[in-house]
């Protein structure tokens, strides 16, 4: 592990000296292979990302698919259960609001219909 001699970069600063041993080199592709490589690189991330996150809420094991369709249908009971409350209030509002209308109109009918 020898140390070069100390040179000056052209500004005539001196060079602290680096160890023999280390050695840079550059690798040169051709741009086709790079994307590729790239690519490979990504998916492979991109399957590394997923997987632990499946690991992570529990979702990896042999039964995940059935989960995963489990927790499908449980949302979609979930909405469907949203919608028909939210129909439900809008016609319980409605049926009330006729129920006000006739109550007011046979009260009044009764008060302008003559004596009895």
């Given at each position: 592990m020898g140390i070069q001699p100390s040179e000056n970069d052209p500004s005539g600063a001196p060079v602290p000296p680096r160890p023999s041993t280390e050695r840079r080199t550059m690798v040169t592709l051709p741009h086709e292979e790079f994307e590729e490589l790239l690519e490979r690189a990504a998916e492979r991330g991109a399957e590394r990302g997923a997987k632990a996150a499946l690991h992570?809420?529990?979702?990896?094991?042999?039964?995940?698919?059935?989960d995963i369709r489990e927790l499908r249908s449980l949302l979609d009971a979930f909405n469907e259960a949203k919608k028909t409350a939210g129909l439900t209030v809008i016609r319980m509002v409605i049926t009330g609001l006729v129920m006000a209308l006739l109550t007011g109109t046979l009260i009044k009918l009764k008060l302008f219909g003559g004596a009895q």
């Open positions: 992570q809420v529990g979702l990896d094991g042999e039964d995940a698919a059935h």
